[in-house]
């Protein structure tokens, strides 16, 4: 393994070999010399980043919320029609960190459950009245229009307000132009099951990764979720490529870890053939030969991990099976970029840096 740039002013091996080969990795990188990196590193994105969802979204206490349906001032009243700029302004003031934190953070994923808010944001709490809180800060939420709910319950209607999904609604969106500066209204179309499906998986496997970080199992430096980690750069012959991750990663293997790993992550929900992978698989090795991510992470290419499921636990596991056949095969492909498990080893391969 090669070691990293260190404040010493010694470069990485694998940088240094990027003039004659622009495909090399290093797999892993010091901490000091990501940061040192990152102002650089994430400019390669097409679209700016969202706030992160982190353990520093999260620490308002747990009474924050405790009366807020009675406490709250209502900016604008039942049948009265919404007067956007008037009500953003009297809503952004009533709204706590936390409400804040909620509000980027399904902004940031598009869609998020009810229970995945609760992992998020009121994971101090205990599961019952965790719960409760959660159901009662997002009613009042949705009451003021910051955040709209799907038709469409995970769990069906069984399921009740814990299968609400929520996604940013008309007074959220005007506050999160007011706080960014983006001129354009983000007009909501309904999703279609396959797209709903994936984006709440993208979700699941990110915050999965910030809830082991709460729980001291690892470290989550860096994550960027779909079109914040998405990477534009000139093809052969000059043409503009974008490589679409579902997620961007850089993680320490325990919380203050020295050696940081960094990855694009891909949730496969068994809708897309094995050769529609490997095409994908594909465009990641066409950017790893350009030299570019290595450039700009100190010699380090991410590694791609292909998260893997589908209806039939036993057809996930062969669709696992042939991609890694395909992979192997492919003299296109370096195998040993890519690695391809199902959702419940991601823990795992993060905290071991890779290996499993």
């Not at 992550?265 to 090795?285: F, N, Q």
Request: proline fraction near 5%.
């Amino acid at each position: 393994m090669t070691d990293p740039q260190g404040h010493s002013g010694e470069r990485c091996a694998a940088t240094a070999d990027l003039r004659t080969d622009p495909a090399a990795v290093c797999p892993l990188i010091r901490r000091h010399h990501l940061v040192h990196h990152a102002g650089d590193h994430f400019a390669l994105s097409s679209v700016a980043a969202s706030s992160p969802v982190g353990g520093e979204s999260v620490p308002v206490r747990a009474t924050t919320d405790a009366g807020i349906p009675s406490s709250s001032p209502r900016p604008h009243g039942p049948g009265r029609p919404i007067r956007v700029r008037r009500d953003a302004a009297a809503v952004g003031a009533a709204l706590s960190e936390r409400d804040w934190a909620i509000l980027r953070s399904v902004d940031q994923h598009r869609f998020l459950t009810v229970r995945q808010l609760h992992d998020l944001h009121f994971n101090e709490l205990s599961p019952v009245s965790g719960l409760r809180i959660t159901q009662r800060a997002l009613a009042r939420l949705r009451q003021w229009r910051v955040l709209g709910t799907l038709e469409r319950r995970i769990g069906g209607l069984r399921a009740g307000s814990s299968g609400l999904v929520h996604y940013v609604d008309v007074i959220g969106d005007k506050l999160l132009r007011t706080e960014t500066g983006r001129p354009v209204r983000r007009r909501y179309t309904a999703p279609s099951r396959t797209f709903l499906d994936h984006t709440l998986a993208v979700a699941e496997s990110h915050i999965g990764l910030i809830t082991a970080q709460l729980h001291g199992k690892l470290e989550v430096l860096r994550s960027e979720v779909e079109t914040a980690a998405w990477r534009t750069y000139q093809g052969l012959g000059g043409a503009l490529l974008t490589l679409r991750p579902d997620l961007y990663m850089e993680t320490a293997g325990s919380v203050g870890g020295e050696m940081v790993s960094t990855w694009f992550l891909e949730r496969d929900m068994g809708s897309e053939s094995i050769p529609t992978l490997v095409k994908k698989s594909r465009e990641y090795a066409n950017y790893r030969s350009t030299g570019i991510e290595q450039e700009h992470s100190g010699g380090s290419f991410p590694l791609i991990v292909w998260c893997m499921t589908a209806t039939r636990a036993a057809t996930a596991e062969q669709r696992r099976s042939d991609l890694r056949s395909r992979i192997e095969r492919d003299a296109r492909l370096p195998a040993e970029l890519f690695r391809i498990i199902s959702p419940n080893q991601l823990i795992e391969l993060v905290q071991r840096g890779g290996d499993l």
